[in-house]
T-cell receptor, first 112, second 113 residues
Framework: TQLLEQSPQFLSIQEGENLTVYCNSS?????LQWYRQEPGEGPVLLVT?????EVKKLKRLTFQFGDARKDSSLHITAAQPGDTGLYLC????????????FGTGTRLTIIP | NAGVTQTPKFQVLKTGQSMTLQCAQD?????MSWYRQDPGMGLRLIHY???????DQGEVPNGYNVSRSTTEDFPLRLLSAAPSQTSVYFC????????????FGPGTRLLVL
């Protein structure tokens, strides 16, 4: 059983469209991170959210941490081909033990 | 700064062989981790270290050993390779697991026949 479920698993949309991907769990996280991974490379951190209800913006990307700290979403406005990649969420379960648990990932393809 | 480096990039092993995956970082991070990435399963933590001389098991530690004799290096040893260990292995370092960024290496792609 995967602790962090991401949906959709695959998403292919046209350039210029908007999209939202989700990261859900039944567990409470002390913090949650989003990473993007390109083929043949390691993941790169996009954002860390630590407060329930927190919203962070990174240019065209908007990240939200659920009020109950069990879920998160990533919204991309006017998607561009450079947004193509594997998006991974990762949560720290315990407030005293900060090991990260990674989600299953959403593979996003933006079609020019 | 080179960041996190991993060697080799690719490796083919026969069942039962042993090998060591190397990982080094030059950012003076205390925390280092090894993950494996398999299709549809995200990244799973194998072993991690919170500082030189201190290591602990992650989610999938069986068949792997680690040691941390220096802050910079965190090698991963496969004791007797099995086909189930075919995967892409990533090493990561950070100043904090949860609050700071984990910096990942480029990965080692391992095939066990």
């Amino acid at each position: 059983t995967q602790l962090l479920e991401q949906s959709p698993q695959f998403l292919s949309i046209q350039e210029g469209e908007n999209l939202t991907v989700y990261c859900n769990s039944s567990s409470v996280f002390s913090s949650l991170q989003w990473y993007r991974q390109e083929p043949g490379e390691g993941p790169v951190l996009l954002v860390t959210v630590v407060t329930g209800g927190e919203v962070k913006k990174l240019k065209r990307l908007t990240f939200q941490f659920g009020d109950a700290r069990k879920d998160s979403s990533l919204h991309i406005t006017a998607a561009q081909p450079g947004d193509t990649g594997l998006y991974l969420c990762a949560g720290a379960l315990d407030f005293g033990n900060e090991k990260l648990t990674f989600g299953t990932g959403t593979r996003l393809t933006i079609i020019p | 700064n080179a960041g996190v480096t991993q060697t080799p990039k690719f490796q083919v092993l026969k069942t039962g062989q042993s090998m060591t995956l190397q990982c080094a970082q030059d950012m003076n991070h205390e925390y280092m981790s090894w993950y494996r990435q398999d299709p549809g399963m995200g990244l799973r933590l194998i072993h991690y270290s919170v500082g030189a001389g201190i290591t602990d098991q992650g989610e999938v530690p069986n068949g792997y050993n680690v040691s941390r004799s220096t802050t910079e290096d965190f090698p991963l040893r496969l004791l007797s390779a099995a086909p189930s260990q075919t995967s892409v292995y990533f090493c990561a370092s950070s100043y904090s697991f949860a609050k700071g960024s984990q910096y990942f290496g480029p990965g080692t792609r391992l095939l066990v026949l």
